[in-house]
């Protein structure tokens, strides 16, 4: 076949590929390829049928639904396009038509729309190829809710992704109810929320993603000893868990809440000896607390221990890259160690990431600009 399409005998190569086709498993792309050839010998649209459907010709419905499909399958989707037309125009109706637009549908992401189109033909099903394709739609859309819900929570719309997860023939397992609860969590419908976890855990107890919104839960409520209980518990059954390590950190800064307190007073009372034991107490309770780090590297600037101030600084910023003071403070630590190009790239990212609303003339602003006009001239 190749051989006849190199030299453009199209017709040869049609000849040859009709019969692949015939004594083949008839696969989509064999389909495929014998369609192109087709199109290309200017083949009417009725010979392409009986030629790739010979058994099923009379049946231009089924015909048209089976070729858009391969035509998908293949990525020429504006022959497809013409076929999937060609069927609601002449077939508004059928059964092809409706899986039709809730394969596009649920391309689309639009889930309780494909439901409802399932929902309308499940007593027409009766051939065996019918309720193939409506099975594989219904475990598609099963699959797909909490991906599509877990999209709009992110952009910030839980309520939609509430209402999308309460869509008719959504399956109620432990992971959407689970889901539902933090909805309701975002929306301040807490008894909603502990209702929802409430069934998931009774479906499934060891389901970490239960455990994790339980620990939001009652994180969220104050209820700092439960909300430990759970999150250790996913700990339990994943000890990788991101999201479960997040909220012990979380707790741990809070019980180290008190220390906090005392660290910052004894460090504006420049009693940094006693910062420093209080530091030393605190992390060992909450070794991921990013604010920690910061007044470490601070009260090491203070005590002129330079090179242990970045180290500190370093790790605060690994922790929480939002606090731009640490970058300040980082400039003040390599300018005192005489790594201008270090103090030069810190006074410049303090500098860039500024909110508007502090773009005044404060002495850190200030320093920080006039230490980057001379550091240019040492670089």
Request: charged share 25%; with cysteine; glycine share 2%.
């Amino acid at each position: 076949m190749y051989f006849y399409t190199h030299l453009g005998l199209f017709e040869e190569a049609l000849d040859e590929q009709v019969s692949i086709l015939y004594s083949s498993n008839r696969d989509s792309e064999t389909i495929y390829e014998t369609y192109k050839l087709l199109v290309r010998n200017d083949i009417s649209e009725d010979k392409v049928i009986k030629t790739l459907y010979p058994e099923n010709s009379r049946n231009k419905e089924q015909c048209y639904y089976d070729l858009y499909k391969v035509l998908l399958e293949n990525n020429n989707y504006e022959d497809a396009k013409i076929f999937a037309d060609k069927l609601e125009k002449q077939y508004p109706d059928s059964l092809n038509t409706a899986f039709l637009k809730a394969e596009t549908l649920l391309n689309e992401g639009h889930i309780n729309q494909v439901v409802e189109i399932l929902s309308t033909i499940s007593d027409k099903l009766t051939r065996n190829e019918d309720i193939t394709i409506y099975n594989r739609l219904m475990a598609s859309v099963s699959k797909t809710p909490d991906k599509e819900a877990l999209k709009l929570f992110n952009q910030g719309y839980p309520d939609k992704a509430l209402e999308l997860l309460e869509g008719k023939n959504i399956p109620q397992n432990a992971n959407i109810l689970a889901f539902k609860a933090r909805c309701c969590m975002e929306l301040n419908r807490m008894q909603d929320a502990l209702d929802y976890l409430n069934r998931a855990i009774s479906l499934d107890g060891d389901n970490i993603f239960v455990n994790l919104q339980f620990g939001n839960y009652y994180f969220a409520n104050n209820d700092y000893e439960l909300a430990r209980k759970y999150a250790q518990r996913c700990l339990e059954l994943d000890a990788n868990n991101q999201f479960a390590a997040e909220l012990i950190d979380k707790l741990n800064e809070i019980d180290a809440s008190d220390y906090i307190s005392q660290i910052i007073s004894t460090y504006e009372a420049q009693n940094y000896e006693e910062t420093a034991r209080l530091l030393s107490e605190a992390i060992k309770i909450a070794p991921n607390a990013a604010i920690l780090y910061y007044y470490q590297g601070l009260t090491n600037i203070a005590e002129n221990n330079y090179a242990a101030s970045t180290a500190s600084l370093y790790k605060s910023l690994e922790l929480d890259n939002t606090n731009i003071y640490a970058y300040y403070y980082l400039g003040i630590a390599f300018d005192n160690l005489a790594e201008y190009e270090n103090a030069y790239g810190c006074y410049s990212q303090f500098l860039k990431l500024l909110p508007p609303d502090e773009l005044g003339e404060s002495e850190k602003i200030q320093y920080a600009r006039t230490r980057i006009n001379k550091l240019q001239n040492l670089l």
